[in-house]
């Protein structure tokens, strides 16, 4: 039977993967579970291998095999987890994880073709942005570090799921690695990337709290960490960044007329920079000799050369923009984090989720604000930028925190810290900025002590440290809490706390 050339050709192999699991529902309840599962994996049907090469002809038996494979990954997942959780969302979630996880899968489908529910958030949430679990066979593990150094980026993202989830990804993992590997239906020629095994180091970390039902039998010896580079802090160190390397676009470098000291331009968001010269595009032009190897095609040079800037790597690449946006650049590293309002069961609708997990002090002294962020939220969740704004959710929650340890819990203090809590980017912003809550007194509390992009890095930092200095103090307090509460978000999203946050903070005491 084929399973990939058509919606009922995917329903008929679904039918069959998964006849056992549907025996957890009452029959009642089991053609919307049907639906929930065929919904998830609708986007990924039919599409190519994710591995093979672009030149390769299609198979259309190592398509079915490859099918098959994830609907037995994720349906063996799903049935460990089914002695847990009888949750037809969760389940749903979990039998179409291995067909938007990085090994034979991608992510991106999801996103581009369905609207966000809870089903398609919990798939996104357990597929981190970095799959340093997937390693092809006989790749050598990292080299030692010099030094101890915290959990990379995929694993904290894990760590911060509820343990049901997490457990659920621990059991795929292990499930999958185990399926791939003893399938015998792959044609040899088809080097499916397989799950690298869970080490104890890893597991130790992701454990606490999962049901014992859903942890690996077995681990192997735990595997040497790369050092967490120091993030960029802002635009004036992705500026620096650029500064360093060659102007060099593929076989091309590239000139700016007056020197390449014209100025650059940034922007920013989530954890990527673009940088681009600050120059019209008639005065950058290619220079020198095209360098290429015999045989190579000549390839045209850059129409519009800039640099994409990976703030938790610091990896610097040269990209031509014509015909990209900055979008492209952002998806395949952004982290997408389980929405806020998430439990086992009877969870509320996803917009609703943000006021359910607000802290008292948010609803009885910011209820405006708290109104207006649900809005906004609700029309973020139709983009593929809400994890920004939950970005900016988190910076708010935490300054109000902050300011909380200070003892100020005034009305205007709270909503002031909503008004000013922002993402990387200037628009991640929970309130619009033609909202009338600029107009008002917290307002313009928020407006004096929240920082530009520009102001939070570099030599922005000491210029608004002296003018803070000069404001009352309702707005020195604030600027404070808003700069720790930014450090301890950023601090969660890179692994360490960015040297130009503590370097902000410090300026701000003094």
């Not at 997490?166 to 059991?171: F, I, K, S, W």
């Not at 340890?405 to 619009?432: C, F, I, K, N, Q």
Request: charged fraction near 25%; proline fraction near 14%; hydrophobic fraction near 45%.
């Amino acid at each position: 039977m084929g399973v990939t050339g058509g919606d009922g050709e995917l329903a008929g192999a679904w039918a069959d993967a998964g006849r056992k699991l549907r025996k957890v529902f009452p029959r009642r309840e089991r053609d919307a579970f049907d639906a929930l599962v065929l919904g998830l994996l609708h986007p990924a049907r039919p599409r190519p291998l994710a591995y093979a090469p672009a030149f390769a002809t299609p198979d259309p038996g190592a398509e079915r095999d490859l099918v098959r494979a994830r609907l037995e990954m994720g349906v063996s997942t799903a049935a460990v987890l089914a002695r847990e959780c009888a949750d037809p969302e969760v389940l749903a979630a979990v039998v179409a994880l291995p067909w938007y996880d990085g090994a034979v899968g991608a992510r991106q489908w999801l996103l581009r073709e369905r609207p966000l529910d809870w089903a398609a958030a919990m798939v996104l949430a357990m597929i981190p942005v970095e799959a340093r679990t997937l390693r092809r066979a006989g790749d050598p593990p990292p080299a030692p570090p010099a030094v101890p150094v915290p959990p990379p980026a995929h694993l904290r993202q894990l760590a911060a799921l509820p343990p049901l989830l997490r457990g659920a990804v621990l059991t795929e993992r292990s499930l999958a690695g185990d399926i791939a590997a003893q399938r015998r239906t792959f044609p040899p020629r088809l080097p499916l990337p397989l799950p690298r095994p869970w080490d104890d180091a890893e597991l130790s970390f992701l454990a606490p709290d999962v049901p014992r039902s859903l942890l690996p039998s077995s681990a192997h010896p735990p595997q040497p960490r790369e050092p967490v580079p120091d993030p960029v802090g802002g635009p004036a160190e992705a500026i620096a960044l650029v500064r360093a390397r060659p102007p060099r676009f593929g076989a091309h470098t590239m000139w700016v007329d007056g020197g390449f000291d014209t100025g650059y331009l940034v922007e920013g968001q989530e954890l990527v920079y673009q940088v681009r010269w600050d120059a019209p595009p008639e005065a950058i032009r290619p220079g020198g000799p095209v360098v290429s190897n015999p045989g190579d095609q000549p390839t045209p040079p850059p129409r519009e050369p800039a640099w994409i800037v990976d703030r938790v790597t610091r990896h610097v690449d040269a990209v031509d923009l014509a015909g990209l946006t900055l979008r492209e650049f952002v998806d395949p590293r952004r982290a997408f984090p389980l929405p806020p309002g998430w439990r086992p069961e009877g969870r509320p609708p996803l917009p609703e989720g943000l006021a359910a997990t607000a802290p008292p002090a948010v609803h009885s002294a910011a209820a405006p604000v708290l109104h207006e962020a649900t809005t906004r939220y609700a029309a973020a969740l139709a983009t593929e930028a809400w994890p920004d704004f939950l970005v900016a959710w988190r910076v708010a929650v935490q300054t109000v925190r902050e300011l909380a340890t200070v003892d100020v819990t005034d009305p205007e203090s709270v909503t002031a810290a909503l008004l000013a809590a922002r993402g990387s980017a200037r628009a991640d912003t929970l309130v619009d900025d033609a909202s009338p809550l600029w107009r008002t007194p917290a307002g313009e509390l928020a407006r004096l002590a929240r920082p530009e992009p520009e102001e939070t890095d570099g030599e922005g930092v000491a210029r608004r440290a002296a003018r803070i200095a000069q404001a009352p103090p309702p707005v020195r307090v604030l600027a404070l809490a808003n700069a720790r509460a930014r450090s301890t978000v950023e601090a969660e999203l890179f692994g360490v706390v960015p040297r130009a946050r503590q370097e902000e903070i410090d300026a701000l005491r003094r």
